[in-house]
Every structure is written in structure tokens, then in C-alpha cells.
């Protein structure tokens, strides 16, 4: 099974919303990732999480805020987002933070900040 | 400089005919990992096929095959007996094995081809 889930589908947000995007996998991988991705374009790393320590920021402004409550649970905390940040945000893991580990993506969230 | 390069960002192809798309990557880690990802229109980044520097095959999957030409540094990817289903945006992706290097583990990917697949 190589299933990440993540919630909701889609969210629509105000630029003072305070709002989070989870991502949730069953397959014992100690490395969780988000992504950023913009139409027509590659996805863009953001975080990594590598046994539940933050090993990666990619300058990421700090209104995105991750969070890795457990090695299976990887939550994205949204606040004062601009128009610019919507975005499909995709959420990925692998067994391990190794050049050979093969990453498996969720469905991503849309988000659409107005 | 570009890590990985896709030249056609459209292809055409017909249903049940076989086609490449291509990739060639750049780096001096003698140690790495090709991929390729698909992407429908709804969003979801799927794995199709892994291809390590050290192989000495060709990987294949089911319909996908990867042309791996170590050489060249590149590594396409052929669909064959093409279905209307396989419409979507694929990448190509390489993560670096080298520890020591900055861009250790992470993924890159290039610009993506759209394939469209006409009945």
C-alpha cells in the first residue's frame, strides 16, 4: 500500500484566516515532505521532515508553518497567506531521507487564497 | 544550470501506439535516482518507475520502460500501447545520493511534458 492522504481537497481562505492542510500515511515512512506547485509548473520542496525533526526549510516565509505531530502525521499551519500562495500543495513521504528512496505523493489540497 | 531537462513540453501520440518522452539529467554524483512521476488534471503526483545509477538493466513496469543511457545522462521513458488514460503531465526527477552534497535526497524534477493521447 503506498497511500498518503491529505485534507480537505480544496480550501478557500482569506488573507487573515488562520487555516491547516494535513497529510496522514500507514507505510512506516520516517520522511515527510511538502510541496508547493503552481499550474503547469514542477512541484517546489518546501519542508522536510526526516524522523520527525524539521531537516529542511527552503526559506519558506514563516507564514507556513509545518508541523509533525507523529512519524504518520504531517500538518501545514496557514496564517495571513496572499493571492500569490494559491497553490496545489502536495504532500509526499518515503521510507527514508536517502538519494534511492522513491518519495509517494498525495492528491494535494488546492488552495485558493482571495 | 539545468539539473534535469525535458525539451517537449507537448506530445501527441495515438491510442495503442508506443512513445518516448525525454529526459536528460546533470550532475557528477556518481551515486543517484532517476524517476518519472505522471500527473493527471486532478492533481495527484503518481510514481511510475525508478531507475538507480548503478543498474545495470533497464527498468521496466508493466507499459513503461525507461531508457537509460548512462553516457548520455539520459533517461526517457517509454509508454507502449498507449491509452487514452495515460493524457497527463510527466515528469522527470532525480534525487543525489551523494551525503556530503547539498542537494543530498533532494528531489528534482524538471519541466514536464503533457502528453495527449488521441483516440
Known amino acids: 500500500d503506498t497511500e498518503v492522504t491529505q485534507t480537505p481537497k480544496h480550501l478557500v481562505m482569506g488573507m487573515t484566516n488562520k487555516k491547516s492542510l494535513k497529510c496522514e500515511q500507514h507505510?512506516?515512512?520516517?520522511?515527510m515532505y511538502w510541496y508547493k506547485q503552481k499550474a503547469k509548473k514542477p512541484p517546489e520542496l518546501m519542508f522536510v521532515?526526516?524522523?520527525?525533526?524539521?531537516?529542511i526549510n527552503e526559506s519558506v516565509p514563516s507564514r507556513f508553518s509545518p508541523e509533525c505531530p507523529n512519524s504518520s502525521l504531517l500538518n501545514l499551519h496557514l496564517h495571513a497567506l496572499q493571492p500569490e500562495d494559491s497553490a496545489l500543495y502536495l504532500c509526499?513521504?518515503?521510507?527514508?531521507?536517502?538519494?534511492?528512496?522513491?518519495?509517494?505523493f498525495g492528491p494535494g489540497t488546492r488552495l485558493l487564497v482571495l | 544550470a539545468q539539473k534535469i531537462t525535458q525539451t517537449q513540453p507537448g506530445m501527441f501520440v495515438q491510442e495503442k501506439e508506443a512513445v518516448t518522452l525525454d529526459c536528460t539529467y546533470d550532475?557528477?554524483?556518481?551515486?543517484?535516482?532517476l524517476f518519472w512521476y505522471k500527473q493527471p488534471s486532478s492533481g495527484e503526483m503518481i510514481f511510475l518507475i525508478y531507475?538507480?545509477?548503478?543498474?545495470?538493466q533497464n527498468a521496466t513496469e508493466g507499459r513503461y520502460s525507461l531508457n537509460f543511457q548512462k553516457a548520455r545522462k539520459s533517461a526517457n521513458l517509454v509508454i507502449s500501447a498507449s491509452q487514452l488514460g495515460d493524457s497527463a503531465m510527466y515528469f522527470c526527477?532525480?534525487?543525489?545520493?551523494?551525503?556530503?552534497?547539498?542537494?543530498?535526497?533532494?528531489?528534482?524534477f524538471g519541466q514536464g511534458t503533457i502528453l495527449t493521447v488521441h483516440p
Open positions: 509526499a513521504s518515503s521510507q527514508d531521507y536517502r538519494g534511492e528512496e522513491t518519495q509517494y
Open positions: 507505510m512506516g515512512h520516517r520522511a
Open positions: 521532515y526526516s524522523y520527525e525533526k524539521l531537516s
Open positions: 550532475t557528477s554524483d556518481p551515486s543517484y535516482g
Open positions: 531507475q538507480g545509477s548503478y543498474d545495470q
Open positions: 526527477a532525480m534525487r543525489e545520493g551523494n551525503a556530503g552534497g547539498t542537494s543530498y535526497g533532494k528531489l528534482t
